[in-house]
């Protein structure tokens, strides 16, 4: 699996909108884009994903580059439920094996 | 309400006394999966299995085994549990749709301690 880059934190002002970036530049063309969220030390929750496309789900929008080597993933109005790590993750599907590999991630904090 | 049940949510124990987290989910998931998440290191997958009877080692199997008798169930079993084992448990199920893999569902995590 192609290998992400993200910014360790960012804040947020409560209402506004929350741009969480990711580099990955080494994709490949079938390789998807994945973003989970976890709060606190709960189970990761998955929010969106997309191949070349963006996409927009009741949760976020994910806006992936022409190039496919950046995403950005979108909280429209961020709110301080929203305060999580953000993990960007770039999946190939084999039909077989499955792992999803997380790195380290974007702590994202909204704030009042 | 679809979901993945991890049990126990604490769990404080000895060296060497076997264990066992119970996983289950209730969405008919032929994919599911163990990771541990520890500090500076991430969620790493521990096992997974692609359906029932079948499984296989994740990227940090050692020290621990698993099951899968029943689609809905994946336990993961520490038979002689050591310190370094303590951490944050998470079970997660999938599905498979024309060799496309679905969003991943996780439990609420086991907070495990061995002392």
């Known amino acids: 699996d192609a290998k992400t880059t993200q910014p360790p934190s960012m804040d947020c002002a409560e209402g506004r909108a929350a741009n969480l970036p990711c580099n990955h530049s080494t994709i490949s063309g079938n390789e998807y884009v994945y973003w989970y969220r976890q709060i606190h030390s709960q189970g990761p929750q998955y929010i969106i994903h997309?191949?070349?496309n963006n996409e927009t789900n009741e949760m976020a929008s994910l806006i992936i580059t022409e190039d496919r080597k950046s995403s950005t993933l979108i909280l429209p109005h961020a709110t301080l439920r929203d305060t999580a790590v953000y993990y960007c993750?770039?999946?190939?599907?084999?039909?077989?094996?499955?792992?999803?590999?997380f790195g380290a991630g974007t702590r994202l904090a909204v704030h009042p | 309400e679809a979901q993945v049940t991890q049990n126990p949510r604490y769990l404080i124990t000895v060296t060497g006394k076997k264990l066992t987290v119970t996983c289950s989910q209730n969405?008919?998931?032929?994919?599911m999966s163990w990771y541990r998440q520890d500090p500076g290191l991430g969620l790493r997958q521990i096992y997974y299995s692609m359906n029932v009877e079948v499984t296989d080692k994740g990227d940090v199997p050692e020290g621990y085994k698993v099951s899968r008798k029943e689609k809905r169930n994946f336990p993961l079993i520490l038979e002689s549990p050591s310190p370094n084992q303590t951490s944050l448990y998470f079970c997660?199920?999938?599905?498979?749709?024309?060799?496309?893999?679905?969003?991943?569902?996780f439990g609420q995590g086991t907070r495990l301690t061995v002392v």
């Open positions: 969405m008919n998931h032929e994919y």
């Open positions: 993750i770039v999946r190939w599907f084999s039909g077989g094996y499955n792992k999803l590999i």
């Open positions: 997309g191949l070349k």
């Open positions: 997660a199920s999938s599905s498979v749709d024309r060799g496309l893999d679905t969003e991943a569902f």
